[in-house]
T-cell receptor, first 116, second 112 residues
Framework: DAGITQSPRHKVTETGTPVTLRCHQTENHRYMYWYRQDPGHGLRLIHYSYGVKDTDKGEVSDGYSVSRSKTEDFLLTLESATSSQTSVYFC???????????????FGQGTRLTVV | GQQLNQSPQSMFIQEGEDVSMNCTSSSIFNTWLWYKQDPGEGPVLLIALYKAGELTSNGRLTAQFGITRKDSFLNISASIPSDVGIYFCAGQLSSGTYKYIFGTGTRLKVLA
């Protein structure tokens, strides 16, 4: 299993409060991603990072921010949590491909967030 | 947002039957990945495909990268109860951004 740890694994928070989820990897992979998973929608990309301090938005980035100050850590912050952000959040990592341009994404165990 | 069309959404099959599912898109992909997700867990990579027309097996699983690079197929032969779960396809766009776009998943239930 890829060395990916998400914390916390479960969290209940109140509407309007800020929340930070952490993804920690021990693989030294360059790319890190945050996805959310909701019934009927599969996995949707929130933000991703292609290096330290280098991040970009995914398809559902509104209401979320990210930071990557070290290769191993990628933080997802919900600036002011809303009920629509109740979801399961997954972190993924992938390595910069070699000359064969082959790479895969590996996932963490997920964080179940409930906003009440 | 961009998403892959994955079908079927769900299927109930008898143990021992073969299973087929597919993903299609209007975009061209550089890589196709297939994952399985068990309840309460993260997706686990099953098969990775990198070339148009490529056919790759992993035990009872076989996946193919479509010739047009816009689709991919996953087959499971002789299904067993532990095949139960949600199967996702994912495509990596050819733009070099290394973003992965996911299908909506196929929920597989195997009846013993």
């Amino acid at each position: 299993d890829a060395g990916i740890t998400q914390s916390p694994r479960h969290k209940v928070t109140e509407t309007g409060t800020p929340v930070t989820l952490r993804c920690h990897q021990t693989e030294n992979h360059r790319y890190m991603y945050w996805y959310r998973q909701d019934p009927g929608h599969g996995l949707r990309l929130i933000h991703y990072s292609y290096g330290v301090k280098d991040t970009d938005k995914g398809e559902v980035s509104d209401g979320y921010s990210v930071s990557r100050s070290k290769t191993e850590d990628f933080l997802l912050t919900l600036e002011s949590a809303t009920s629509s952000q109740t979801s399961v959040y997954f972190c993924a990592i992938s390595e910069f491909p070699g000359t064969d341009d082959r790479t895969e994404a590996f996932f963490g165990q997920g964080t179940r967030l409930t906003v009440v | 947002g961009q998403q892959l069309n994955q079908s079927p959404q769900s299927m109930f099959i008898q143990e021992g039957e073969d299973v087929s599912m597919n993903c299609t898109s209007s975009s061209i992909f550089n890589t196709w990945l297939w994952y399985k997700q068990d309840p309460g867990e993260g997706p686990v990579l099953l098969i990775a495909l990198y070339k148009a027309g490529e056919l790759t097996s992993n035990g009872r699983l076989t996946a193919q990268f479509g010739i047009t690079r816009k689709d991919s197929f996953l087959n499971i032969s002789a299904s067993i109860p532990s095949d139960v779960g949600i199967y996702f396809c994912a495509g990596q766009l050819s733009s070099g951004t290394y973003k992965y776009i996911f299908g909506t998943g196929t929920r597989l239930k195997v009846l013993a």
